[in-house]
């Protein structure tokens, strides 16, 4: 689960090593988010010579998350890291690619349905 603070990896390629949490979207008592919610971030690190500069503030969409989620079949799916997509203001991804791999649950709920690296 993410909380606000939380240091988060965006997967696409725009050039940013890092970002942290800071609001999270539905409601204003919300605590922690999960794969598929959408999440403001700010940029810590980034590439020299980037066009997205330090604290940037971006919305972003949870991808991958630490914490194990039962799916719908009763199996479980744990990832590494905490990933994120860093979107642009029509709810694209900022970077050309993405790597790595994605959730299903953003597939089931119509994001980046371009992207072929689902589990």
Known sequence: MIQ????L??????GVWSVRAFHL????????????NFLK?????????NW??????LKAIIVT??????????????FRTNNVVLLKKRLTPKGKIL????SSNLRRKRFLTSFCGSI
């Open 99 to 102: 790597m790595g791999p994605v």
């Open 4 to 7: 606000k603070e939380t240091n």
């Open 41 to 49: 971030v700010s940029v810590k690190k980034t590439r020299a010579n």
């Open 52 to 57: 997205v500069p330090k604290k940037t503030k």
């Open 9 to 14: 990896k965006p997967i696409d390629k725009c």
């Open 65 to 78: 998350l630490k914490k194990e989620l039962k799916k719908i079949d009763g199996s479980y799916i744990k």
């Open 25 to 36: 979207y539905g409601g204003s008592f919300r605590n922690q988010s999960t794969i598929s």
